[in-house]
């Protein structure tokens, strides 16, 4: 079955340690948020150092320049989205854009979302991923990315087959922009292909992924016929409830029916 993990990347390089060594001791405001200040001495030292007023303001520059910060979720383009949701190297029903989109509009708790996002070019979108802070996701105020809960079960990063490790160093690339020093990937397979498509290009830093967390996930016997399956599971007075409720949702229109595959 696939693998549900918590997954960090590191984004800085162990270059880094002298500066956050440099850092300890002193006592600065803290931007929970980012984790500027003394906090980020609960991580490693060696990859983690307090993010700049100048990091941080990159984080708000606009869609128009995929190389500055970050960029509001909604503002990626839908068309392009969808595009690179049908070359996607691992496909995630849950990151795309219809479902997504809607997400970010109107599910309590996961509205606001941000996205790093790679192009090939002006309109040729190969990688995106939906993202917010730390402090969001776990109220840790440490400068790092992490996966934008999709009110699903998998968080994989769209990736193009064709360009996939210039996919990830772009959003990579661009998390480092926006003031983050680690990215974290949560409910991802490790087996998959984009999760060795990011230790791949972690690895040509010098850098390599950790992980948190994982466990073998539950799987659907797929072998047995679809209607004996819910008959079992749901049992014959749920699914009637079921077909009066589709009857009453068809009062006020079509109701169709699309599979995501993953």
Same mark, same amino acid.
């Given at each position: 079955?696939?693998?549900?993990?918590?997954?960090?990347?590191?984004?800085?390089?162990?270059? %880094?340690?002298?500066?956050?060594?440099?850092?300890?001791?002193?006592?600065?405001?803290?931007?929970?948020?980012?984790?500027?200040? $003394?906090?980020?001495?609960?991580?490693?030292?060696?990859?983690?150092?307090?993010?700049?007023?100048? +990091?941080? *303001?990159?984080?708000?520059?606009?869609?128009?320049?995929? %190389?500055?910060?970050?960029?509001?979720?909604?503002?990626?383009?839908?068309?392009?989205?969808?595009? &690179?949701?049908?070359?996607?190297?691992?496909? %995630?029903?849950?990151?795309?854009?219809?479902? $997504?989109?809607?997400?970010?509009?109107?599910?309590?708790?996961?509205?606001?979302?941000?996205?790093?996002?790679?192009?090939?070019?002006?309109? *040729?979108?190969?990688?995106?991923?939906?993202?917010?802070?730390?402090?969001?996701?776990?109220?840790?105020? &440490?400068?790092?990315?992490?996966?934008?809960?999709?009110?699903?079960?998998?968080?994989?990063?769209?990736? +193009?087959?064709?360009?996939?490790?210039?996919?990830?160093?772009?959003?990579?690339?661009?998390?480092?922009?926006?003031?983050?020093?680690?990215?974290?990937?949560?409910?991802?397979?490790?087996?998959?292909?984009?999760?060795?498509?990011?230790?791949?290009?972690?690895?040509?830093?010098?850098?390599?992924?950790?992980?948190?967390?994982?466990?073998?996930?539950?799987?659907?016997?797929?072998?047995? +016929?679809?209607? $004996?399956?819910?008959?079992?599971?749901?049992?014959?007075? *749920?699914? *009637?409830?079921?077909?009066?409720?589709?009857?009453?949702?068809?009062?006020?229109?079509?109701? +169709?029916?699309?599979?995501?595959?993953?």
């Amino acid at each position: 079955g696939a693998i549900r993990i918590f997954h960090f990347s590191r984004l800085a390089s162990p270059a %880094n340690a002298m500066e956050a060594g440099s850092a300890r001791g002193r006592r600065n405001r803290i931007n929970r948020e980012w984790g500027y200040g $003394e906090v980020v001495d609960i991580a490693e030292a060696a990859v983690v150092r307090p993010a700049s007023n100048k +990091d941080a *303001k990159r984080a708000s520059a606009p869609a128009a320049n995929a %190389n500055r910060g970050l960029t509001p979720l909604a503002d990626i383009s839908a068309p392009a989205w969808r595009a &690179l949701a049908g070359r996607a190297i691992e496909p %995630n029903g849950y990151y795309l854009p219809d479902w $997504e989109l809607a997400v970010n509009a109107t599910a309590r708790g996961r509205t606001g979302a941000s996205a790093l996002g790679a192009w090939s070019d002006a309109s *040729k979108l190969i990688g995106l991923m939906p993202v917010i802070s730390m402090w969001r996701a776990f109220k840790v105020p &440490l400068p790092v990315l992490v996966s934008a809960d999709p009110y699903g079960t998998l968080c994989t990063p769209l990736l +193009d087959r064709d360009a996939t490790e210039d996919a990830v160093a772009g959003i990579l690339q661009q998390a480092r922009q926006a003031g983050a020093h680690a990215l974290m990937l949560r409910d991802t397979s490790l087996d998959g292909a984009a999760m060795k498509a990011f230790a791949s290009v972690l690895r040509r830093d010098g850098l390599a992924p950790l992980v948190l967390q994982s466990h073998v996930r539950a799987c659907l016997d797929a072998s047995r +016929d679809a209607d $004996e399956v819910l008959r079992d599971a749901l049992g014959a007075k *749920k699914l *009637k409830e079921l077909r009066r409720q589709r009857n009453r949702l068809a009062e006020h229109g079509a109701v +169709d029916f699309e599979v995501a595959r993953t």
